[in-house]
């Protein structure tokens, strides 16, 4: 039985066969965000919010297009806590069917389906949403001095070697090099990257004589590196004195945004 076909009034209707991309986004928003309010409208699914500590802002946005199934008659938020979400959808598997729900006559619940046809078998769960205040965010534009490609799990692989040295991670651009280096109380590392066809690829550098760099926490590089099963391929935007943004695709539904603070001394 499924819930698309079946005549029921509701505000949104949402199905995916993107389940284990969907399943990574929720386990790696859950260890950033507590709560946070996904707005839903006919457009997709958007979520723009920041941690606790604002040191990280997360821009998410899922195209209804790209859905396998996607109505949605009225924009609407619902919060979410999303400790709460991961728990009902983490044995989830990739050949499971997703569709997310919200019935006209209990907007206070949102409907998670799971379908699976090969074991032909189907679970509903409610979750409770929350009423979480809405933050107004404005993100201005800005322009990079450098934009860059890199593989998912080089980047997370650097990462998690620099983890277990420091707390801190400096990135640096010049040229068509990119440096990352972290020190610790026992040991120190530098890892240099240049252009391969399959590797690290620069759509926009700055010159050797201008260097682009800022010194970031690894603790919130880590928690972003969570995201690297959905895609293969990562991008990063690098400005002096500003953020560090890091795209990652969600499959192909959208992509989301994830912006740290440079760490100031």
């Not at 997310?100 to 006559?105: H, T």
């Not at 799990?153 to 068509?176: A, H, P, Y």
């Not at 280096?181 to 026992?186: E, V």
């Amino acid at each position: 039985m499924d819930i698309v076909s079946q005549k029921i009034n509701y505000t949104f209707n949402i199905q995916t066969v993107q389940s284990g991309a969907f399943r990574i986004l929720v386990e790696a928003l859950k260890d950033i965000l507590t709560d946070c309010n996904f707005i839903i409208d006919s457009s997709g699914i958007k979520l723009i919010a920041t941690d606790s500590s604002h040191n990280v802002l997360i821009h998410m946005k899922l195209h209804a297009e790209n859905f396998d199934f996607y109505e949605c008659k009225e924009q609407c938020i619902i919060g979410v806590n999303m400790t709460n979400m991961y728990k009902l959808i983490k044995t989830m598997g990739n050949s499971d069917i997703l569709t997310l729900f919200l019935e006209n006559n209990n907007n206070n619940t949102l409907g998670i389906q799971i379908n699976n046809k090969e074991k032909n078998s189907q679970t509903i769960y409610k979750l409770n949403l929350l009423d979480i205040a809405n933050e107004n965010i404005q993100i201005p534009p800005a322009t990079f001095e450098t934009e860059l490609t890199l593989p998912s799990s080089d980047f997370q692989k650097i990462i998690r070697d620099m983890t277990n040295i420091g707390n801190l991670i400096e990135i640096k651009s010049v040229g068509s090099e990119l440096i990352l280096s972290c020190n610790g109380d026992f040991a120190c590392q530098e890892t240099c990257l240049c252009e391969t066809n399959n590797g690290l690829q620069f759509s926009q550098s700055a010159s050797p004589e201008t260097p682009i760099q800022g010194i970031f926490c690894l603790k919130y590089l880590l928690l972003f590196t969570k995201c690297t099963n959905m895609c293969n391929q990562i991008h990063i935007y690098i400005k002096n004195d500003y953020p560090l943004v890091i795209t990652y695709s969600v499959a192909n539904l959208g992509d989301i945004k994830l912006c740290l603070a440079p760490n100031v001394a």
